[in-house]
């Protein structure tokens, strides 16, 4: 038997406007007027538009039609905050999507941060607030935990573990399995929780290279994309597909055929007796640990390095995620909410993510999509509102 | 192959970019195994008395150099000529032409006569000035004419184009066999004000010399004062007034600065006006004209580069700066934007993002480094080789026209 598992990740950053030294003294960090690619709201109108509602009526189409149908998402907390502000419809239609019963919702960091490596208290925290964020709307537990871009060592499986989850996600990249198949269940090291690992192969086929029409699979069908997953019964037994849920609608286009060719997936993989769907939990609880993996250093799902030198590669990166984690106790020991919340926004790994600066070079527009003129500009305006958080703290502190 | 090249000054003796590219470009034809005789406007009642001996002495393999009598000078103005033909003797005065289209025309039958004398396979022009001697040459020996632009009359001139200028580039354009444009922006004047056709123009972006002694000279800053620099003829084009004006609004977040102006031009007196106006004339420093070598030297003071241009067919400088280790800001008007990735960029008319970004690389200290390394390991990727090839391309294609 082979459980296909999909897992979707539902994500917008609270994106910095243009903020320039002349602008200190002003706390409207996230307010972009003029710059279409900043203006949060409208960032996410279009992808909603173009990806979320969409995919969404797709979905609940296929829960409907299929009863055997499953799968599961993680939606951050500065996404969800969002919706609710702008587009409450697309919350409405997530719920619906979770009523069926058959919509599994993952735990994350609420800010979609990199807390882990430079905080843990504050990495529980924003745990927390997810987890009561994702009760809130959705009346839901979740118990399976996936960190941000997947970022993941033997330290957070334990840690995890500490927090009560039954699995954790992660990469599942050849590197650190080995001779191991992505297609089975783990342990991590000294745990006893499950680890589920990407395909990153198949997931890939679909997230990155669907549209692609240098690759010699494409056009990739739905029933030729079924066969692949078949062929592993009788050496797997899970097939773990997480990507961007913007997949469907966003990276690949309407136009590409992505929402017909999600459409017919499940009715070609049922075809196949042998194959069946299963949520994350469901993967956890109903398959064996075939083996301890040991994974001692950070490796994550970005680009062909698997590391985190997308969001930590550079001095610029390192300095701004130093100097945000720096005013940690400070920040939470006075009582203004407003700033607190504004700090925390500024963790989203996004903004150190339009800081790399990797490849920049080569005009890999695809790869590195940055709203800012240039990984530096971005620098600048992070810095320059990290500044104006500093200039607030200093006055608050003379005035007490 | 044979190159009958005419240009524009030869280094040491240059005044702009446009000589230091022109010898770039032939040093790297010559690399590639070309021979270029290189025919310059040449006064020998000016200075450059000792040209033709200096020019002998570094002859550089391939490259032959051919001075011809003339008054014209690379940035020559109407205006501009006419001072420089008056403060000749009477006698002379008399072999040139009375204004800078008669000698123009003058210099052009005179350097025309060459492509007889000289075996070649191409003609190739830098700029309107040569224009017509490049197409008096194809008269004479029916040799394919490349034309190569680095600025038009739109980019030199401020108000109104200049008439005759623009006639005489736009006969160039038409008459040439195949045009080179140093950046996409120049073939997009060429297309859309000159009405070429764009399967006739093609853009080689400049590169830079790999290795010169000059970039690593040891100098040492005797203070810890930041230093802005700005690098070119000081005249509307360059956008010192912009320059100028973000000076004012730096030294209120970063007092302890100081602004270098390396360069002299029309606008340097308007310029020294605006900084006492502005009550900030004792943070500046007016060089003059430097040589490259002392412009190397403020490199390698300075903190940050500065090119507010207005209007930059390409910016070659900038590519120097970044060679020297300095960060650079452009302007997103200028050639070399399109190329350039590790700088800063803004818009030349918005002087508040101008100095929010001379603030930050003044304050944030890992955005000056990593501005300074990754900038100097792209600029390692531009060489003289690169547009040699592709000049070659352009040659080969236009003999098989």
Known sequence: MVSVCFYFQVHQPFRLRKYSIFDIGSSDYFEEKHHLKLNNEAVLRKVANKSYLPANKLMLDLLKRHPEFKLSYSLSGTVLEQLEKYYPEVIDSFKKLVDTGRVELLSETYYHSLAFLYSKKEFKEQVNLHKEKINDIFSYKPRVFRNTELIYNNELAQFIEGMGYKAILAEGWERVLGWKSPNFVYRPKNCSIKLLLKNYKLSDDIAFRFSERSWEEWPLTADRYAQWISAINGNGECVNLFMDYETLGEHQWHETGIFDFMGKLPEELLKNPDNNFKTPSEVADSYKVRDEIDIPHFISWADLERDT?????????????QKLYNVEKIIKKNSNKHLVEAWRKMQTSDHFY??????????DVHKYFNPYDSPYDSFITFMNVLNDINLRLEDKKRGD | MKVLMFGWEFPPYTSGGLGTACYALTKGLARNGLDITFVVPYLPEDQKVEFVKLVGANTIANITIIPVNSTLTQYSTFESYEERIAKLKSGLRDLYGHNLYIEVIRYSIAAAQLASQYDHDVIHCHDWMTYQAGMNAKEISGKPLIIHIHNTVFDRSSL??????????????ENADKIIAISNKIKNTLVSKYGIE?????VVHWGIEEEDPDYHLEVKKPFNTKIVM??????????????????SQVLKYEPDTRFVVVGSGDMLPRIINRAIELGIIDRFNFTGWFSKRDVYKVFKLADVFVMPSVSEPFGLVALEALKNNVPVIISKQSGVSEVLKHCLKVDFWDVNELSNKIVSVLKYKVLYQELKNNGF?????????????????????????
């Open chain 2, 230 to 247: 700005f690098v070119g003829r000081v005249t509307l084009q360059k956008g010192p007034d912009y320059f100028v004006e973000a000076a």
């Open chain 2, 160 to 173: 109104k184009p200049n008439e005759i200028e623009y006639q005489i580039e736009r006969m160039g354009f």
């Open chain 2, 377 to 401: 390991n792209e600029v390692n990727k531009f060489n003289l080789d690169e547009p040699a090839k592709k000049v070659i391309t352009v040659y080969n294609e236009a003999r098989q026209w």
């Open chain 2, 198 to 202: 764009p399967n006739k123009i093609s």
């Open chain 1, 309 to 321: 030198s997308a969001w930590l590669g550079n001095k610029m990166q390192q300095e701004a995620l």
């Open chain 1, 354 to 363: 339009y800081m790399c600066t990797k490849w920049f070079a080569d005009g």
